[in-house]
């Protein structure tokens, strides 16, 4: 019973849906949607009343009961000894009359209806292939584990036909195995550095890891599920050589990005940037045997690439002179200090710049550059590109 509840738990906090646990026709655990408005509680009380009257078509089950004055929905998934009743949630896209409807109905006043509007737009959105795969989940729940299992849920708002939603043990597992094999095989990429692998992963399996570019789809809950990814590929590539506070720099860095986008449209592009980010740097790392003063050196340039990094300060950190650590550095490296630096800067740039979501005077801030004509000035001498030119043949 403890595994369950923990499991719930965790589906709670993740998916932000009202969530209760009966074992033996016994409440166990009550996990309320903290968003849901108090005016909705008379209908979510219905709601509940008829799903615990539902009588499963099987011992293993999952039925929907749908409201479609309102778009809204409710499940029931019966397994074992235990019911699991989720919602209120959404099926797909809402519709405006609906939600008019409902604001008619409840009588909700001017502040009633927009704490209402805005419930609807972040509402967790749950379509048939996700309930089956929370139903795999929970059948498999001795052997579930948190990271692997949860950031496999996928969001979708889009309208999906009435489907009879039929449990198959076999095929649910046949799911989890699936799911579980592309995650275990992108993280092991991450943490080898293996960029080819990652590519042949990504491509083979688009329907599975990244969100489809859907209309309208929860920004939030996709932000949720790209800042799980983040902080998985940040555990592989520590676990891969990558140094701690590269590693968290990248993540903080992606953190950033995830929060500030202001669009679903990217969603796809966001999630391949946070793999291949990670692998980068972990095969950065890997791939040259450096001396470890040069190491020290490239260590703290990617922990400080916002800030102004000068030579001298580098000799002093590594207690050598400057002219010892200038002549080390470009016998090494091939080129002097400050042509790798803003190489590296540049780096940094473009990986900002596709995100498309930063003003160019915040990436030259962030990079530490005095000016935004001195970035634009160096950014177009190093790409060919001016940072507006290069972000608009990006986005074509």
């Given at each position: 019973m403890e595994s369950i509840e923990r499991i719930v738990s965790h589906l709670h906090q993740w998916l932000n849906v009202g969530m209760r646990v009966y074992h033996q026709d016994q409440l166990i655990k009550n996990h309320a949607d903290e968003m849901m408005p108090s005016i909705l509680y008379s209908w979510y009380d219905q709601l509940i009343s008829t799903l615990l009257n539902t009588k499963p078509i099987q011992k293993e089950a999952i039925m929907v009961q749908y409201d479609d004055r309102y778009n809204l929905s409710g499940a029931i998934i019966d397994f074992q000894d235990y019911r699991l009743i989720l919602g209120p949630y959404l099926d797909g896209d809402y519709s405006v009359?609906?939600?008019?409807?409902?604001?008619?109905?409840?009588?909700?006043?001017?502040?009633?209806?927009?704490?209402?509007?805005?419930?609807?737009?972040?509402?967790?959105?749950?379509?048939?292939?996700?309930?089956?795969?929370?139903?795999?989940?929970?059948i498999q729940h001795p052997t579930y584990e948190q990271d692997l299992s949860i950031r496999m849920i996928r969001q979708k708002k889009k309208k999906v036909s009435n489907e009879h939603i039929v449990s198959n043990d076999e095929d649910e597992l046949k799911i989890v195995e699936h799911n579980y094999a592309i995650e275990n095989e992108l993280m092991q990429a991450i943490k080898q550095g293996d960029l080819i692998e990652i590519n042949r992963v990504i491509k083979v399996s688009r329907e599975v890891r990244i969100p489809e570019r859907v209309p309208r789809d929860s920004l939030r809950n996709q932000k949720n599920s790209l800042i799980i990814l983040n902080t998985l590929a940040t555990r592989k590539a520590i676990e891969g050589g990558l140094d701690h506070l590269h590693a968290h720099r990248l993540s903080t860095m992606h953190g950033i990005m995830i929060e500030q986008m202001k669009s679903s449209l990217d969603i796809e592009r966001m999630t391949r940037d946070i793999i291949v980010h990670f692998a980068e740097a972990v095969h950065e790392f890997n791939s040259k045997q450096l001396p470890p003063l040069i190491k020290n050196v490239v260590l703290y340039?990617?922990?400080?690439?916002?800030?102004?990094?000068?030579?001298?300060?580098?000799?002093?950190?590594?207690?050598?002179?400057?002219?010892?650590?200038?002549?080390?550095?470009?016998?090494?490296m091939g080129v002097n200090f400050h042509e790798w630096l803003i190489h590296m800067k540049m780096v940094e740039a473009k990986k900002l710049i596709e995100q498309n979501e930063l003003p160019m005077t915040d990436i030259a801030s962030m990079l530490g550059f005095s000016s935004g004509s001195h970035f634009s000035t160096l950014f177009k001498k190093h790409t060919g590109y001016s940072p507006k030119q290069y972000q608009q043949i990006n986005l074509q």
């Open positions: 009359e609906a939600l008019n409807q409902l604001k008619k109905d409840l009588k909700a006043n001017s502040k009633e209806s927009l704490i209402l509007s805005s419930f609807f737009d972040h509402m967790c959105i749950l379509n048939p292939n996700d309930l089956r795969f929370i139903y795999a989940i929970l340039v990617h922990r400080h690439i916002g800030d102004e990094i000068k030579l001298e300060d580098l000799a002093k950190i590594n207690f050598v002179s400057i002219e010892h650590l200038s002549r080390m550095f470009k016998k090494i």
